[in-house]
């Protein structure tokens, strides 16, 4: 019965949100069978998330990282265990405090007029000088604004932003044929850095399939464009991440953390965002009342977000390990079996958001789980709040109305919600 919920081809028409509710109501966690691996225990309620999230002595994200599947190899593993994402603490702490330095409230602040006017430029393109017009918004405006984002806070040249959409696209599409291969990226067009990089990329074997991208052998491009990127920064600093980390007189980082803390924000630095804008527009689309109520009253803008957020949830589970036996909702865990997070059954369990299948622009923002809980809560949600933000008081400030030009096309993943085509009808 729970098999679908694993099948990545049970999300391109939209994810299992009745048997979700079901499990979660009868459950609370429930386990799933995995064709390539043992199966997991899937958490569905939003208190037994938190309780999983911000126990990291009982749930591990270091034991066996963070993914679903396992690393196929124990070299493999060794090597995402220097991803902060996959760390414990006390060496999770110590690597966030680093990196916490480039997320102050100051530090975003400096971001958020560069970041507005990205959204302007945006707009702007998409917009053009018609009176009406028709768009796909993830790909031609959604898609963008992370990489363009991104790439100010990673210190990555604006022509190479596109690198890190093909990157993102190999990394998160790897279950989806249309993005495994991603390589729309023209070279000629970036930095010398990025054509010494290419030359390194792997290309699809005799059966069409990419190397594992969550190995190192699988992303040689990537880490030869970060060691690159190094090189610049060690000789030209900026107010960057990178800048930031590569100064540090009193703490240093690895070689493997360093290549993965790139890895990291190149891929989920983008991919959440990416997804979660093109979410938003698709909520609005379907429920035309709320996008009424937000023309009418733009103060709603920021409820709204929180509410686009909740709605849509683009990264929809995450794995832990358990450390030793533990009992969730009645259910018995032994040590060393996966635990897996649902935030995408979290955020609409009913104990906390009353209704929780409707879109309502209105809801307060609540305890939505969409940039986590504890001590991996996400550094970067307040640059996607921002963003989020800033694009659409852009579009709602230069559309009169937002319509469905016809239907979306879903990624095929049963990690990332993703929207891959929303064609979008606009009038000023």
């Not at 991919?271 to 009253?297: K, S, V, Y």
Request: with cysteine.
């Amino acid at each position: 019965m729970t098999a679908p919920l694993h099948d990545p081809s049970t999300y391109l028409q939209g994810p299992p949100l009745v048997e979700l509710a079901r499990l979660r109501r009868e459950q609370g966690v429930v386990r799933v069978p995995e064709p390539d691996g043992p199966g997991y225990w899937l958490v569905l309620r939003h208190d037994d998330v938190e309780q999983v999230l911000k126990q990291p002595a009982t749930f591990s994200s270091a034991m066996r990282g963070t993914q679903v599947r396992d690393p196929e190899t124990n070299t493999d593993l060794r090597y995402v265990q220097r991803m902060m994402l996959n760390m414990d603490p006390p060496e999770h702490s110590r690597i966030r405090r680093l990196v916490a330095k480039s997320f102050t409230p100051r530090a975003v602040a400096a971001l958020t007029d560069r970041i507005e006017g990205h959204a302007r430029a945006l707009v702007d393109a998409m917009l053009g000088d018609a009176d009406q017009g028709e768009c796909d918004f993830a790909k031609d405006v959604a898609a963008d604004l992370p990489l363009l984002t991104l790439a100010e806070v990673l210190g990555v040249p604006a022509q190479d932003r596109g690198l890190l959409f093909d990157w993102s696209n190999r990394v998160i599409g790897w279950q989806d044929e249309d993005y495994a291969t991603s390589s729309a990226f023209d070279a000629e067009r970036g930095t010398d850095m990025a054509r010494e990089a290419l030359r390194l990329r792997p290309l699809p074997d005799s059966s069409g399939a990419m190397p594992d991208p969550r190995a190192r052998e699988g992303m040689p491009d990537l880490y030869a464009y970060a060691h690159l990127l190094a090189e610049n920064k060690r000789a030209n600093p900026g107010n960057d991440i990178m800048s930031i980390l590569l100064a540090q007189p009193d703490e240093t980082i690895s070689v493997e953390e360093f290549e993965n803390l790139f890895w990291l924000f190149a891929v989920a630095g983008n991919e959440t965002l990416r997804n979660g804008i093109p979410g938003g527009m698709h909520a609005l689309l379907t429920h035309p009342d709320q996008q009424r109520a937000l023309r009418a009253d733009p103060s709603l803008l920021e409820p709204a977000v929180e509410e686009m957020l909740r709605w849509w949830t683009p990264v929809m589970v995450f794995r832990r390990t358990a450390t030793s036996p533990v009992t969730l909702s009645g259910v018995d865990i032994a040590a060393d079996e996966k635990v897996v997070v649902s935030f995408l059954s979290a955020n609409r369990d009913e104990s906390v958001f009353t209704d929780p299948d409707r879109f309502d622009v209105r809801r307060e923002p609540g305890k939505h789980l969409v940039f986590g809980h504890g001590p991996h809560f996400c550094l970067g949600a307040m640059v996607a709040r921002t963003q989020m933000r800033a694009l659409f008081r852009e579009l709602f400030a230069r559309t009169s109305w937002l319509e469905p030009a016809g239907e979306p096309a879903f990624l095929r993943s049963n990690f990332q919600r993703g929207v891959k085509r929303l064609p979008v009808r606009w009038r000023r």
